[in-house]
C-alpha cells in the first residue's frame, strides 16, 4: 500500500487559497469599488465619497456617513465569511434586502492590498477604530479620532499578486470601469450624496436630495439630461411576463453614444445587465439610431421577489429570467410607449 508521501495531492496554504478566492470576487478596481459602495449603501449611509488616485490602481478610499462599526466589529469584518447581514440560507430564500450578504468582500480584497478601516458607530461619543489590515494579516487596531461612519482604503491593490497586478489595464481604462459602477449606484440612489473623484479632481457630485432626473443632470450634465424622457409603465400598461413595472428614464434617440456603457438597468434596485432587457430597449428604438448606437437609459425593473436568483456570482452582473422573450417584449413595450408619447418614434410595423 502507498505511504501517505506518495500522494501528489496536498491542501494548498491558507494564504493562496485566500489569494485565489480574492481573484474570483476581485477582478480590478472598479470591482472593488462597487463591493465598498454596497457596504455604504447597505450601512445607510445619506452621502458616500469616492476617491481613486490612478484609476483606482495605487489607491480606492471610499467614505461613508453610515452606521459605522464599533471595535469588535472591525476587528470581525476583515474575518472570513463575516456579515452582519444574514444569519442562514433562509434568508436567502426569503429575498435579502442588503446589496452584500456573503461577507467576504473585505477579507477578501484584504488579502490582495493594504487595507486601513476608520470607522466610528453612529451616535457612539469617544474615538473610533482604526485597523490595517496588508495581505490578509491584521497588522495593527487603534484607537482614533474619526467621525461617524466608516472609511475604508484599498492602496497597492494585488501589490502581492503581480500575476494579477500585471493584467491591469491603462489608468483611463481602469477608470472608465470604476466611473461606470459609481455612477450606476448613483443614480440609483438620488437620496445619497455621491461623489466620485479621480486623481484629485471631481468628477460628478450628486446632491443626495433629488430624484432620478437631478441625479441624471449631475452625472451625465445638462446636454444629456435635457433629452431624457420618463418611462413608467406597470399593470396593463404591459404585455402578460415576470415585470411588474418598468420606470425611469430614456433618452431621445439623437442623444446616444457608441458605447453600451450608458445603458443602467436594474433589476429590484440592483444594477445587472441582461441580454432579454438589453433587446427590448434596443427594440423599441428600433431603426431611429444608427448601427452601434446605444441611448443614455436607466431603467428600473421590479420583479416579484423569488422570480429571479440574487445569489448570482458576485462578480457577475448578469441575470437570466426564466422567460426572456416575456421580458424582452415588456420591456420593448414600456420604452415604446415612452417615445411614442413623445413623438420620438416614426411608427414601425408590428411586429410578429
Ligand atoms: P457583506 O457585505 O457581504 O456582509 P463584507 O466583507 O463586505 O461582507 O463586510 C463585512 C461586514 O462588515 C458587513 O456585514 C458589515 O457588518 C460590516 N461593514 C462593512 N463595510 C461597512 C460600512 N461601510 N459601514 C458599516 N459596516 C460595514
Ligand atoms: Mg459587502
Redesign the pocket.
Known amino acids: 500500500t502507498p505511504s501517505q508521501h506518495d500522494t501528489d495531492i496536498h491542501q494548498l496554504d491558507e494564504d493562496t487559497v485566500a489569494r485565489i478566492a480574492a481573484g474570483e470576487v476581485v477582478e480590478r478596481p472598479a470591482s472593488a469599488v462597487k463591493?465598498?459602495v454596497?457596504?455604504?449603501l447597505?450601512?445607510d449611509?445619506s452621502s458616500v465619497d469616492v476617491t481613486v488616485e490612478a484609476g483606482g490602481t495605487e489607491l480606492i478610499r471610499?467614505a461613508?456617513d453610515?452606521?459605522?462599526?464599533s471595535e469588535a466589529?472591525v476587528r470581525?469584518?476583515v474575518r472570513e465569511h463575516?456579515?452582519?447581514?444574514i444569519d442562514g440560507l433562509e434568508d436567502l430564500e426569503s429575498g435579502v434586502a442588503?446589496?452584500?450578504?456573503?461577507?467576504?468582500?473585505?477579507?477578501t480584497i484584504g488579502s490582495v492590498s493594504k487595507l486601513t478601516i476608520r470607522?466610528r458607530p453612529r451616535g457612539a461619543d469617544g474615538a473610533g477604530t482604526e485597523l490595517v489590515y496588508e495581505g490578509g494579516n491584521v497588522v495593527s487596531v487603534e484607537p482614533t479620532g474619526c467621525p461617524e461612519?466608516?472609511t475604508?482604503e484599498i492602496a497597492e491593490l494585488f501589490y502581492n499578486t503581480p500575476a494579477r497586478r500585471k493584467f491591469l489595464k491603462t489608468t483611463a481604462t481602469e477608470f472608465a470601469h470604476v466611473n461606470r459602477v459609481v455612477t450606476r449606484y448613483a443614480l440609483a440612489n438620488p437620496d445619497v450624496a455621491v461623489t466620485l473623484t479621480h486623481d484629485g479632481r471631481e468628477v460628478f457630485s450628486t446632491t443626495g436630495q433629488g430624484d432620478l432626473q437631478a441625479a441624471v443632470l449631475a452625472v451625465y450634465g445638462r446636454e444629456v439630461a435635457s433629452a431624457m424622457i420618463p418611462v413608467d409603465a406597470d399593470g396593463d400598461d404591459l404585455p402578460p411576463g415576470p415585470l411588474e413595472s418598468v420606470s425611469g428614464l430614456v433618452s431621445h434617440p439623437e442623444t446616444n453614444r457608441s458605447s453600451r456603457d450608458y445603458l443602467a438597468t436594474y433589476v429590484n434596485g440592483r444594477a445587472v445587465t441582461a441580454d432579454a432587457v438589453r433587446e427590448g430597449i434596443m427594440g423599441a428604438y428600433g431603426t431611429q439610431l444608427g448601427g452601434d448606437r446605444y441611448p443614455f437609459v436607466t431603467l428600473f425593473l421590479e420583479v416579484p421577489g423569488g422570480a429571479v436568483d440574487v445569489n448570482v456570482h458576485p462578480r457577475k452582473r448578469e441575470v437570466r429570467f426564466d422567460d426572456d422573450d416575456a421580458v424582452r417584449r415588456q420591456v420593448d413595450a414600456a420604452v415604446e410607449h415612452a417615445l411614442l408619447e413623445h413623438g420620438l418614434l416614426r411608427s414601425r410595423a408590428p411586429r410578429g
Open positions: 463591493e465598498l454596497e457596504n455604504s447597505d450601512a449611509a471610499v461613508d453610515g452606521a459605522g462599526m466589529d470581525a469584518a463575516t456579515t452582519s447581514k442588503t446589496l452584500g450578504f456573503r461577507g467576504e468582500a473585505l477579507h470607522s461612519g466608516t475604508v
